[in-house]
């Protein structure tokens, strides 16, 4: 039986197993059951498509046809984009340019899913007559001045049919519509526990991948692209470290995007949990996550999962003490965990604790130091190429290998497009934080469900801000922060739309009437 047919065999048993174990508490009360079912099943038809399809392109199409069937029984289209955004890995194959161009733009899942799914659903809200106008609110602006710094950059470096490509076309699916159905659709409690519910049982089943994947030594994903007739494009393929050991990252491709999803996931666990009543259930989903996470074995989501935990310890009650009790905790824990057999082989991978691996610390530190050599030649805006400056021979001979990767986001955006560019990028994330604060300070203390939602996702920002800074913005990690930032944005338009001031500067007469909804916000803590 070809590799990828058996691994089909494991990969349908262990999502059984756990969209199982995952229903009833799911369904308790973030997601209606026929939503479950229904994600549930097309989750499974997409993933029998791909591996029995043979073609990349028939996939595409049966994928596709079977999406707009059932579309319309979809009333919440961000949930239904999160919860099928893992289930094929991030392949593409190029669209040809029907003889005027070489190449249209690059196919994949996640286009797929934004052409399918995220598209109809900005058509629908464009058509809305309380729609909150884009460009109108800071994050938007933001946003706005990003995209038009980088066409603009890219306009100087390339064609403009290039561009338009690149810069227009595939900003809008990749980065425009992620975003914006995500801070334009959800408007109350319930739309936001179904999608972010969505996301984390999503993310349960890639926690089971992974631990298998560790486990068996086998990428359950390895053999799916060269069954479709396309290649990895720089990713997949077995990767271990020097501890021993399987890297997991079964369907994202590469183990730093694998430990960033569940990184995110388990910061947007700390809200949903509240709506699983079992005690046990969300202990143990926790701790599938929690194992997800560690088979990845990459640092940077690590660290950014703890940064995550004490955002979200920080922005409770009781901050100060608890911050002081889990660090007295961890002082006293690290030394005793190192002398144990496995989990001391962990510690000594963390970043300025242990002592194995420490060559790819380095490399990024001496990649930043050359970037920021570099960057003066074209300080404002970039547009500067690494590879083609002298620095790039020491990094090269210093790294290893030829290739040069860019292994932390802001370098890239600095090299892209300049300081202008990175202040941009990280004033989006800004604004959306000191909203986020501000709608946490008026949804209220305690548990307040409200007030929850607003910590799990200051929190979740925090970790991806974290991660970030150790990975370039590969595979599924830009669609993700760009989807997270958007439900961050709609929390806080949700929460301050009932404040005398938004945060984003207009006032409450300001907001269209619509554009609250909010029924039901319990306090699911307490049940």
Known sequence: M??????????????????????????????????????????????????????????????AIVLLVTLQAERNKLALYLALLFAVPPVSANIGGLGLLQ???????????????????????????????????????????????????????????DVLRQRVFLAFLDIFLPYYVASRSLKDMQSFRDALMSFVVAALVLSAFAIFETVRHWSLYNALPAALGVSWGGMGGYISREVGGLRAQVSTGHPIALGYVLCVALGLALFVRASVPSPWKRRLGLALLAGGLLAALSRGPWVAAVATLLAFVATGPGAGRRLAKYTVIALVAVPLLRMLPGVGALIELLPFVGSIETGNIDYRQRLLDVALDVIWESPWFGGVDIYSVEGNAALQQYHGFIFIDVVNTYVGILLGSGFVGLFLFLGFFAAIGLALRRAMAQ??????????????????????????????????????????????????????????????????????SGSIGWRDGGHLGNR
């Open 2 to 63: 070809p590799e990828h047919l058996r691994a089909l065999v494991y990969i349908l048993v262990l999502a059984t197993v756990v969209f199982a174990f995952a229903r009833a508490p799911a369904t308790a009360y973030a997601i209606a059951p026929s939503n479950f079912v229904r994600r549930r099943n097309l989750w499974f038809a997409i993933t029998l498509i791909a591996f029995l399809s043979g073609s990349f392109w028939i996939y595409i199409l049966l994928a």
């Open 103 to 161: 190449t249209l733009f690059a196919m994949d899942h996640s286009r797929l899913l934004s052409l399918v799914v995220l598209l109809p659903a900005f058509l629908s809200l464009i058509m809305r007559p309380d729609r909150l106008r884009f460009g109108s609110i800071w994050p938007d602006r933001f946003l706005f001045g990003y995209l038009v710094l980088n066409f603009g950059v890219y306009l100087y470096l390339t064609s403009f049919t």
């Open 443 to 512: 949804a209220g203390e305690g548990d307040d469900e409200r007030r929850l939602l607003g910590r799990a996702l200051f929190a979740t920002l925090i970790g991806i801000l974290v991660t970030i800074a150790t990975a370039s913005s590969i595979s599924v990690i830009p669609t993700v922060y760009w989807c997270v930032a958007g439900v961050a944005v709609a929390y806080s338009r949700m929460i301050l739309a009932q404040a005398p001031l938004a945060a984003f500067g207009r006032r409450r007469s300001d907001v269209p």
